[in-house]
């Protein structure tokens, strides 16, 4: 059997945003083939079923978004200006209204990780690395004097994540972006301190 031709970054990030747009439960095999192009054969005989292009999507989306991380800390002077900017960036995706700028591994996280290993097991890798980034760069801040304390970098790390968690989560009831700009201040000094 021939293998199907595709771009499979394309293939992958068009996935993510149908998974993002409707969460992996209300996505349906046309939904799918209306936003890859291909058709649900390709899909099957590529990734096994929806499960496997879910899972080798939020490989992808990994991927992109440790890319983008990289690049606002690459962009600012320092780890605290860089820590600003990626609180900015989680901001205006909270706020966008646009489906497709959620968090697909919180999606995930929240729909099918408590009863699919395979699906936890990918979050879980993803978390110890975003976990291990931002340990780096509160490391970084502690070089600069930046930041003082007692705290560890990695408990700052983990502080970190599960305030964005909880940012994402209340910015989708509360969709006013002075309050959730202001929440996300809260946490950066929270964390620093």
Known sequence: MRSAE??????????????MEKGYNKTSM?????????????IYC??????????????????????????IFRDQSDALSGLQAYLDS???????GDP????????AINEIAQTDEQAQAVLSQQCIMWQSFMKDIFIQAEK????KGERLPEQRAQSLIVGIYGLRTFSQAQKDADVIATLANQLLRDVCR
Do not use: W
Request: a negative charge; glycine letters at 6%.
């Open 46 to 71: 590529a990734f096994e079923n929806k499960k496997g292009l879910l899972l080798a999507s939020l490989e992808q989306y990994n991927l992109d978004r440790s890319d983008e991380l990289r690049a």
């Open 6 to 19: 595709f771009d499979r970054e394309a293939v992958l990030r068009a996935a993510m945003n149908a998974f």
């Open 144 to 147: 600069e004097g930046a930041i």
């Open 90 to 96: 989680i901001v205006a995706e909270c706020v966008s």
């Open 30 to 42: 046309q939904d799918l083939k209306r936003a890859t192009g291909l058709h649900p054969g390709s």
């Open 100 to 107: 497709t700028q959620s968090c697909l591994s919180q999606k």
